[in-house]
């Protein structure tokens, strides 16, 4: 997993303003944080670079009610700046479940079973799943479980943040 930093200030107030606020212009700097740990890393041996990118879903009714998805808006920039594939529905949440917000780790998982579809061509591929925030790490495991499944040569997470 590739992450910024620790869910922590002074990102994480930052990230909140960003997601539960609506302050989407904020998406091409954060995704920049991003970009940034990720050109560091790309100077380690065992780089990869990503044939395509995903994001984390949402389901339909929680992305009309919000307005948007905030990791489609990042992993949209660093396809871009990353010259590969982005499939903004790769990943559909075909299952509502609890917001995850306030559950714990058992409780995520099992929120989860049979809540994602991939709807992309897998096989072979590199694939980045972006996240905005991991906290349990449930949601990623879960969609890198489908992907394995269907054939991913290799899967990675790039997130702003994750929780302790």
């Known amino acids: 997993m590739l992450f910024v ?7 994480n107030r930052l990230v909140q303003r960003f997601k539960f606020n609506a302050t989407v212009a904020l998406a091409p700097a954060l995704a920049r944080l991003i970009l940034l740990r990720v050109l560091d890393a790309k100077r380690q041996p065992l780089w990869q670079k990503p044939d395509c990118m995903v994001s984390v879903p949402l389901h339909s009714r929680r992305a009309w009610r919000r307005g948007f998805n905030q990791s489609d808006l990042l992993a949209n920039c660093l396809a871009r700046w990353l010259q590969c594939d982005y499939f903004p529905k790769g990943i559909r949440r075909i299952r509502a479940g609890q917001s995850q ?15 994602f579809r991939v709807d992309f061509p897998v096989a072979g591929r590199h694939i980045i799943i972006v996240d905005d925030v991991v906290t349990t790490g449930s949601t990623v495991a879960e969609i ?21």
């Not at 479980?145 to 302790?164: M, S």
């Open 5 to 11: 930093t620790d869910y922590c200030l002074p990102l």
């Open 101 to 115: 917000h306030q559950l714990n780790a058992r409780m995520r998982r099992n929120n989860l079973k049979g809540a």
């Open 144 to 164: 890198a479980r489908l992907l394995k499944k269907q054939g991913a040569a290799t899967i990675q997470v790039w997130c702003l943040c994750r929780t302790l």
